[in-house]
């Protein structure tokens, strides 16, 4: 798993790839947001469209980050979700939890227009 990290407007955007499985990439997905959320980015968007695979494990880490984020008082949104990963999502009833958007313009438009520069 590999996650890089760019600024859009005022978000900040998780761009992961590779499989989000637990363990050592759900680890380094925990640790990225919480450095995140510590400068006080609390607006995120977790890309997901070079993710081929998720594992309970790492579904469980999406759900820690979401989790993080909502605590102190942030968004996080995911984008590109894979057919399969859209199925997981839905099955364990998580598509209830996130905010799910099929591009990044869409999820970005969802953020308050306070929040984009």
Do not use: W
Not at 63 to 72: I, L
């Amino acid at each position: 798993m590999v996650i890089s990290e760019r600024i859009v407007g005022g978000l900040t955007v998780l761009d992961l790839t590779g499989k989000l499985l637990g363990g050592e990439g759900a680890q380094l997905l925990k640790d990225k947001t919480e450095s995140v959320v510590f400068q006080s980015r609390k607006e995120i968007i977790v890309n997901l469209a070079a993710v081929p695979y998720i594992d309970s494990g790492g579904l469980g880490q999406l759900v820690a980050c979401y989790t993080s984020v909502a605590r102190s008082g942030g968004k996080l949104t995911l984008i590109n979700i894979n057919t399969k990963n859209h199925d997981l999502l839905s099955i364990t009833k998580l598509l209830s939890v996130f905010e799910t958007f099929d591009s990044e313009t869409e999820a970005i438009a969802s953020y308050a227009p306070e929040v984009r520069v």
